[in-house]
């Protein structure tokens, strides 16, 4: 049975710090591409920030480049997204998403969601 699982979201100030991770089960990790995305309240869903099987060259949405970090640790079967300098316009639900282009398959968590707030 294939699990994507979010975890480490919640309410933090302007300026501080959040690290989330998704786990994976259910597949052979190492070769998906994983992504994470984001979706605020009556936005379409965004990508933030996308890391290889390697994560040798991630990439990052314009808004988050420089504030956000993708790593993977394929052992342990988990992506992370470390979150700094957040902003109120950062609020959104974050997905994290296990894409393989070959397999044609694409499975997605449940969502964590992220507020920054005063």
């Known amino acids: 049975q294939v699990q994507v699982v979010e975890s480490g979201g919640g309410l933090v100030q302007p300026g501080g710090s959040l690290r989330l991770s998704c786990v994976a089960s259910?597949?052979?990790?190492?070769?998906?591409?994983m992504n994470w995305y984001r979706q605020a309240l009556g936005k379409e869903r965004e990508l933030v920030a996308t890391c290889t099987s390697a994560c040798a060259n991630p990439t990052y949405s314009d808004s988050v480049k420089g504030r956000f970090i993708i790593s993977r640790d394929n052992a342990k079967n988990t992506v992370y997204l470390q979150m700094n300098s957040l902003k109120p316009e950062d609020t959104a639900v974050y997905y994290c998403?296990?894409?393989?282009?070959?397999?044609?398959?694409?499975?997605w968590g449940q969502g964590t969601q992220v507020t920054v707030s005063s």
């Open positions: 998403n296990a894409r393989s282009i070959v397999l044609r398959k694409n499975y």
């Open positions: 259910g597949f052979t990790f190492s070769p998906y591409t």
